[in-house]
């Protein structure tokens, strides 16, 4: 499916980013409505997403609607030039819904029903909440599918944050109707779970459940079978809501993912193509090392969903959010670095969570656009700021970021490579991928995020990091890459298994042995912070295997662990390329350094001076432009080279650029600067002139 361009949502003569807020009327009068589309304005907002959790208010009881608030809140935003980002209303049914119907609740592995009282309450298999949901959705749709105000369709909300695995009876039969579609027979079914084993072999299709609680460990195949019928459950309750939709309207219609490290039950590449704009909820976590270079992967991410066109950030935070242990508030800039980095990587419209601060409910310590202290209040100037800045920004909206090297990451892989009973609970999928992309964003590497089995051409390098179970077609897709010249870099405990789970032997990585030139018989985990020493200086943790080099040339071996003399990272000549192994868990800075020697060996441009450094550089280009962002997350002044433009605080750029401490720069390049590093471009080549002005600065 086409995707609608983010930046032509608002009708405008020219493309411009959307700005706004998840606005909640419902728990606000009418006369803080005109005061709130009023303050709108102020801000510069645009576009605002409303009636998110409106169902209790359009229906109060089942079948009687009552829309005459929201028929005015659309009125005054209408009128004061504020776009509609319209909820279908059904992320949380209302209370008569569950208390008529409590099958409609869900049910967890242990077998308990979950109360009503939270939100999003339903087991997303059940036909009543269908039936209900799709009846309200029919309402919302023949009544603002024409209005002028409503750009764009936000189907529920976050579907499947807190409902996506539901173990009841119900589920259970749809589990069975989803694998009877996916195998035909209990043979095919049979096989692929690998039955055999402790007596599982299944005669009849009643006698499937859902992987609920068991004594022992499960069967990893139902597990992983589940996992992808659950998506796809919820992913049906988006396509039934925006068939509705279609029927009465022509605005687009999407809904907001949620690309985060605490989130993994939607397998977002299944879903992306039934949206006709990709849009993402971020919030910083602390829980994470690093919380800004998880920002720049979720938002990475988010563009490879897109295809690589600019997509939409539904959700973040001004401040502080409410559901962490810790809810750290936002220093001074950095709203403005978290927004422009998601913009730097591919945003054309910025939303939040929420317009107005909550005074009742269980958000009402998350922060908002408008804080509990109104306008008086440093969040409020932020957020006028970033009203600003969109608007000096406007000439990037529409275009994309070029990378030379793609990221394998999926989230089916998430599930199959963190099943249990695998060699050593200290190997976790994601903080595998984190790694691998925080290395290389340290080096100044912008990346594209791929699914498994993506189309590598034009890439220069690709990476994959633990991805534990592939299918021969996927490993082929790197084979072919780097037989045709690409370079790979393939982690440890990656091409394991085939497509479903089961181990390919004759010597592991199975899938990637003949590529990588080497062999590997046995693997040799560490012990919980057991640290091996490499003879090129590197340490590492986690894992070590017995590998023989098979044709590859042996990078580093190890010193002494489980295994001295042993190689443990690999260079193999493949065709016309070459491929990495990193059979351990190399420690940050010699990960870093591996992967920047093997992205030079691609001939990836590398910019040394970003090594290390707080500067995190992105380039956006359309249109025979080319835009240079560079955020400074360091709290001294940073010099970087460009020449032309700077958008934000507006002035010609002559070679340097000064980025003061915190503060983000962006900056139309001169048609003969190069948008990339080149040798020239590095900061060797500032001025000592410049130098002098920095440290002035200070
Ligand atoms: C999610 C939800 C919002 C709100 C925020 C709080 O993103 O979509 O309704 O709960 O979290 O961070």
Not at 533 to 558: F, K, M, N, P, Q
Request: net charge negative.
């Amino acid at each position: 499916m086409s995707k609608t361009p983010v930046s032509e949502l608002l009708d405008a003569e020219l493309p411009r980013f959307t700005y706004g807020a998840d606005y909640n009327p419902e728990q606000w009068d009418p006369e803080t409505w005109l005061e709130d589309a009023r303050l709108m304005q102020q801000a510069g907002v645009n576009l605002v997403a409303v009636n998110i959790f409106g169902w209790a208010q359009l229906e109060p009881l089942p079948g009687e609607y009552d829309f005459r608030r929201l028929d005015q809140v659309v009125e005054i935003l209408h009128e004061h030039g504020i776009g509609i980002n319209l909820g279908t209303g059904t992320s949380s049914p209302p209370p008569w819904l569950t208390a008529e119907h409590p099958d409609a609740l869900p049910m967890t592995a242990d077998g308990t029903r979950r109360a009503f009282g939270g939100r999003q309450a339903y087991c997303p298999s059940s036909p009543v909440f269908r039936e209900h949901s799709l009846a309200l959705v029919e309402q919302v749709a023949a009544r603002y599918g024409r209005h002028p105000a409503v750009k764009l369709w936000h189907v529920s909300n976050e579907l499947g944050c807190h409902n996506a695995h539901c173990y009841c009876p119900v589920s259970a039969s749809a589990f069975r109707a989803w694998l009877e579609q996916r195998y035909g027979t209990l043979d095919a079914l049979n096989e692929a779970w690998g039955t055999a084993f402790w007596s599982q072999r299944y005669a009849a299709w009643e006698h499937i459940q859902t992987p609920m609680l068991t004594l022992s460990t499960g069967n990893p195949a139902q597990a992983v079978d589940y996992l992808r019928f659950s998506s796809d459950e919820i992913l049906d309750q988006y396509r039934a809501e925006a068939a509705v939709l279609r029927r009465h309207s022509a605005a687009p219609v999407t809904t907001n993912f949620m690309v985060t490290a605490h989130i993994r039950a939607l397998d977002y590449w299944g879903w992306a193509a039934e949206m006709d704009v990709i849009a993402n909820d971020h919030y910083l976590d602390h829980r994470l090392a690093q919380p800004t270079a998880e920002l720049s992967f979720a938002a990475d991410v988010t563009r490879g969903l897109a295809g690589g066109e600019p997509w939409m950030l539904m959700e973040q935070a001004t401040s502080a959010v409410n559901w962490q242990p810790h809810n750290i508030a936002k220093t001074p800039g950095e709203m403005l670095r978290n927004t422009l980095t998601h913009v730097a990587r591919g945003a054309d419209g910025i939303s939040f969570f929420q317009w107005r601060a909550s005074v009742q409910g269980s958000e009402r310590f998350h922060s908002a656009m408008l804080p509990h202290a109104g306008t008086d209040s440093a969040v409020w100037q932020s957020v006028v700021e970033l009203g600003r800045t969109l608007e000096r920004l406007r000439e990037v909206a529409g275009t994309r970021v070029v990378a030379d090297v793609a990221l394998v990451f999926g989230w089916e892989p998430w599930w199959i490579t963190d099943l249990d009973s695998h060699p050593t609970t200290e190997l976790r999928y994601l903080e595998q991928v984190h790694r691998a992309y925080n290395a290389l964003r340290a080096s100044g590497v912008t990346v594209d995020i791929v699914a498994p089995g993506a189309e590598l051409d034009g890439y220069r390098m690709v990476v994959v990091a633990a991805l534990h179970s592939v299918t021969d077609e996927q490993a082929a897709t790197v084979s072919d890459f780097v037989a045709a010249g690409g370079h790979a870099v393939i982690t440890f405990f990656s091409g394991i298994t085939d497509g479903v789970d089961r181990v390919r032997t004759g010597g592991y990585p199975g899938a990637f042995r003949e590529l990588l030139g080497v062999l590997t018989e046995e693997f040799f985990p560490l012990h919980p912070g057991e640290t091996v020493a490499l003879d090129d200086g590197a340490t590492a943790t986690i894992w070590t295997e017995r590998l023989h080099a098979r044709g590859a040339e042996v990078v580093a071996s190890y010193l002494d662990g489980p295994l001295p003399g042993t190689p443990a990272v690999t260079r193999n000549a493949f065709g016309a390329g070459a491929a990495w192994y990193l059979a351990t868990n190399l420690d940050e800075v010699s990960l870093a350094r591996t992967l920047a020697r093997a992205a030079a060996d691609a001939g990836v441009a590398l910019d040394p001076a970003l090594a290390g450094s707080e500067l995190e550089v992105v380039v956006r280009q359309g249109s025979g432009r080319s835009y240079l962002f560079v955020i400074n997350h360091g709290d001294t002044d940073a010099l970087h080279p460009a020449t032309g433009t700077e958008l934000i605080e507006g002035g010609d750029i002559a070679g340097t650029l000064v980025v003061p401490a915190g503060a983000v720069r962006v900056v139309r390049l001169s048609a003969q600067a190069p948008a990339r590093p080149t040798a020239e471009s590095t900061p060797d080549a500032i001025r000592e002139s410049d130098r002098e002005e920095v440290r002035e600065l200070r």
